[in-house]
């Protein structure tokens, strides 16, 4: 014979929600790095249930391939026509006939529940060997909500829905927050016991509460230190509220450990990203999914962090990162994009308007700005200058670039994969690099400048330019400068073309 379970937990997930107006079921909708659903199962996880049952209805198989990722080991079971929770709730035990001690039932939208409060609740149920106990909260506003009715000594008399209560019930502020314990066995036989006698026409499961007091039983309330623990959503506006209290939960106790958020109401961490002490978090600053951001790193201003991971005394200013990886005492902006698999190595720099993909960029590389890094590795102490593309795709396959440790890229220049870089070369600025620079070399691809003396007087007469130009000529001649022949050009040769002049630099800094 199996084992029989000692704890199991049960999760009310089948409903539509049809007030938030989604074709996503209810439980789906994200709050800061959980679904509704993974904030209730992250709660329920500490109990250490033998059995965990998720009864599922709309969007079944939605919910069952969420399931698949984020709780495995959690049992989906259909709820095919939702006919209340204590229909539900029956559904579900029947899929685990074994189980036997405490059940856990909680509704699957209230995401602000600490693991915490659901502890304490299954610890004052089995200390009182209770054949029930129902989670209440005091709260400002009880409408729409469940009311627990009390007897004059203070004891559980019954739970009434807001629909099916008296005037004088719906005048109390004590309210049912969804969440229970029970006794398996006690529960089994009430649960056999429930009618459809009441507005809705569907089973309660808060009927279970008054067969238990009418037969007897001992029932027990036990009421959550903070009332916004419990609260749930049927609507997106109800729903952004959550997500608000959410957020400045999160962001104190990040602050309580040790982290600057200059701006908390702007601030949007989600629980599954990690803040290491005296890391200063600016304004407007996002930081989502498994993201970690190390000790005295700098992460904002208007920055959104996905994924990735910011190494100590770091920078990262007004940015959009997802999937990459940044150094230690790197610095990233302002608006630069990096994208996924994305490295940037110790003390290395990614400037403004520059974008990076699936590259390497060595430590203490520069990449300055308003360049496009894709499929490359960048050497420590390389220098790319502005408007640098590598070209990494031929419209089939990507390919790789190599630039090599201390060279130097001209501005204005595309490294046409694949192709490499050797160390300690030069790439003169303007070029188009198709074969392989060696180490220590010069690599160019300009093609001669030629000077047409005289051709904006006759191309372009009676403009602003030729205007100038004639002035400038003018001035020329009369200070005794050279001034050049109709026609004549002036080349530079080779040795010179890339080298740094009055003219322009190869790269930036």
């Known amino acids: 014979m199996p084992q029989p379970h000692l704890r199991t937990v049960v999760v009310l997930a089948a409903g539509e929600g049809k007030r938030m107006k989604s074709a996503l079921p209810k439980?789906?909708?994200?709050?800061?790095?959980?679904?509704?659903?993974?904030?209730?199962?992250?709660?329920?996880?500490?109990?250490?249930?033998?059995?965990?049952?998720?009864?599922?209805?709309?969007?079944?198989?939605?919910?069952?391939?969420?399931?698949?990722?984020?709780?495995?080991?959690?049992?989906?079971?259909?709820?095919?026509?939702?006919?209340?929770?204590?229909?539900?709730?029956?559904?579900?035990?029947?899929a685990v006939p074994e189980a036997a001690g405490t059940v856990v039932v909680i509704n699957g939208d209230v995401p602000l529940l600490r693991a915490e409060t659901v502890a304490a609740l299954v610890a004052a149920h089995e200390g009182e060997g209770a054949a029930a106990t129902v989670l209440a909260a005091e709260v400002p506003d009880p409408t729409g909500l469940g009311r627990i009715v009390r007897d004059a000594a203070g004891r559980l008399e019954q739970i009434v829905e807001e629909r099916d209560a008296t005037p004088a019930q719906r005048a109390l502020r004590e309210i049912n927050a969804g969440i229970y314990a029970f006794?398996?066995?006690?529960?089994?036989?009430?649960?056999?016991?429930?009618?459809?006698?009441?507005?809705?026409?569907?089973e309660y499961l808060t009927d279970v509460f008054g067969l238990l007091v009418s037969a007897g039983e001992p029932v027990g309330v036990h009421v959550a230190a903070d009332h916004v623990e419990t609260l749930g959503c049927n609507?997106?506006?109800?729903?952004?509220?959550?997500?608000?209290?959410?957020?400045?939960?999160?962001?104190?106790?990040?602050?309580?450990?040790?982290?600057?958020?200059?701006?908390?109401?702007t601030t949007w961490i989600d629980v599954t990203a990690t803040v290491e002490r005296d890391a200063v978090i600016d304004q407007n600053t996002q930081l989502r999914?498994?993201?970690?951001?190390?000790?005295?790193?700098?992460v904002g201003p208007d920055v959104t962090l996905i994924d990735t991971v910011v190494g100590a005394a770091a920078t990262v200013l007004r940015s959009h990162a997802v999937g990459a990886e940044v150094g230690p005492g790197a610095s990233v902006g302002p608006y630069a994009y990096l994208r996924p698999a994305a490295r940037l190595a110790e003390k290395s720099k990614v400037g403004t308007f520059v974008e990076v993909k699936n590259s390497e960029v060595g430590p203490g590389a520069k990449v300055p700005h308003l360049?496009?890094?894709?499929?490359?590795?960048?050497?420590?102490?390389?220098?790319?200058?502005?408007?640098?593309?590598?070209?990494?795709?031929?419209?089939?396959?990507?390919?790789?670039?190599?630039?090599?440790?201390?060279?130097?890229?001209?501005?204005?220049?595309?490294?046409?994969?694949?192709?490499?870089?050797?160390?300690?070369?030069?790439?003169?600025?303007?070029?188009?690099?198709?074969?392989d620079v060696p180490p220590g070399a010069l690599g160019v691809t300009r093609a001669p400048?030629?000077?047409?003396?005289?051709?904006?007087?006759?191309?372009?007469?009676?403009?602003?330019?030729?205007?100038?130009?004639?002035?400038?000529?003018?001035?020329?001649?009369?200070?005794?400068?050279?001034?050049?022949r109709e026609g004549e050009a002036i080349h530079g040769d080779a040795e010179t073309v890339g080298r740094p002049s009055a003219a322009g630099d190869t790269a930036t800094e």
């Open 27 to 94: 439980v789906l909708h994200p709050l800061l790095g959980r679904t509704l659903l993974g904030h209730v199962l992250t709660a329920a996880a500490p109990l250490a249930a033998d059995r965990t049952v998720v009864v599922v209805g709309h969007g079944a198989e939605q919910v069952r391939a969420h399931l698949t990722e984020i709780a495995p080991d959690a049992t989906p079971v259909l709820q095919a026509q939702q006919l209340g929770t204590g229909h539900a709730v029956r559904i579900a035990l029947e």
């Open 183 to 202: 006794d398996a066995v006690r529960l089994r036989d009430a649960l056999g016991k429930l009618s459809t006698d009441n507005d809705q026409g569907e």
């Open 235 to 265: 609507d997106r506006v109800e729903l952004a509220g959550l997500r608000r209290l959410l957020r400045d939960r999160v962001n104190e106790a990040w602050m309580r450990t040790g982290v600057s958020i200059l701006d908390p109401a």
């Open 289 to 298: 999914g498994t993201t970690v951001v190390g000790a005295q790193a700098v």
């Open 371 to 435: 360049s496009y890094v894709g499929d490359a590795t960048i050497g420590a102490k390389a220098n790319i200058g502005a408007a640098t593309i590598f070209v990494n795709y031929d419209g089939v396959n990507k390919h790789r670039t190599v630039v090599g440790e201390a060279a130097f890229i001209g501005c204005d220049t595309s490294l046409i994969a694949p192709v490499e870089v050797g160390a300690g070369a030069y790439v003169a600025a303007g070029s188009a690099i198709s074969q």
């Open 449 to 484: 400048q030629r000077s047409i003396e005289g051709w904006v007087a006759r191309k372009r007469a009676g403009t602003v330019s030729a205007a100038a130009a004639e002035r400038a000529l003018a001035e020329g001649a009369s200070a005794g400068g050279p001034v050049a």
